[in-house]
């Protein structure tokens, strides 16, 4: 058995808006977040878990912010993508573990319908999706509210 694990990494700052799209729901905020794409940080970060455990480089890679075809695309085709390519190479996922840091929006409340949409997209039972939050205490940008963080763990396996 092939056991695969992979971190990711991503921020994106606020601007203008009334919402903010996390893990493809969108959640009312007084601002949105600033990205080339939808600018959902947590999908990105989920999809960096996903082609780090395959040693297959980054989101930016595949999905390069200076092509035009991606501008405002919905992240859930960059997530698509690594889920079809660790296919392609004989790997399930086993879970994804993502860790949002923010001071707002509340992400409890949205949980649920997060976990429950990344699952779909992933082909996953829900139990095999974490979606959780932190603060930062009010220190550095996300404490000033200036933006949104977040981690995730991806486990793929080959049987």
């Given at each position: 058995?092939d056991v695969r694990t992979g971190?990711?990494?991503?921020?994106?700052?606020?601007?203008?808006?009334?919402?903010?799209?996390?893990?493809?729901?969108?959640?009312?905020?007084?601002?949105?977040?600033?990205?080339?794409?939808?600018?959902?940080?947590?999908?990105?970060?989920?999809?960096?878990?996903?082609?780090?455990?395959?040693?297959?480089?980054?989101?930016?890679?595949?999905?390069?912010?200076?092509?035009?075809?991606?501008?405002?695309?919905a992240s859930e085709v960059f997530?698509?993508?690594?889920?079809?390519?660790?296919?392609?190479?004989?790997?399930?996922?086993?879970?994804?573990?993502?860790?949002?840091?923010?001071?707002?929006?509340?992400?409890?409340?949205?949980?649920?319908?997060?976990?429950?949409?990344?699952?779909?997209?992933?082909?996953?039972?829900?139990?095999?999706?974490?979606?959780?939050?932190?603060?930062?205490?009010?220190?550095?940008?996300?404490?000033?509210?200036?933006?949104?963080?977040?981690?995730?763990?991806?486990?793929?396996?080959?049987?």
């Amino acid at each position: 058995m092939d056991v695969r694990t992979g971190n990711g990494f991503d921020v994106h700052a606020f601007g203008p808006g009334d919402h903010v799209v996390l893990c493809g729901v969108q959640v009312p905020h007084d601002q949105g977040l600033v990205g080339h794409s939808d600018a959902d940080v947590a999908m990105h970060t989920v999809t960096d878990a996903i082609y780090g455990a395959l040693a297959r480089g980054d989101i930016g890679q595949h999905f390069p912010p200076s092509d035009l075809q991606w501008k405002g695309a919905a992240s859930e085709v960059f997530l698509r993508h690594a889920v079809n390519m660790a296919k392609d190479m004989g790997f399930g996922i086993s879970n994804v573990d993502c860790t949002l840091i923010c001071e707002h929006p509340k992400i409890g409340p949205h949980a649920p319908a997060m976990r429950k949409k990344m699952a779909e997209l992933m082909g996953l039972e829900v139990d095999r999706v974490s979606v959780k939050a932190t603060t930062s205490e009010r220190l550095g940008f996300t404490g000033r509210g200036e933006g949104i963080a977040c981690i995730a763990t991806a486990t793929l396996v080959k049987p």
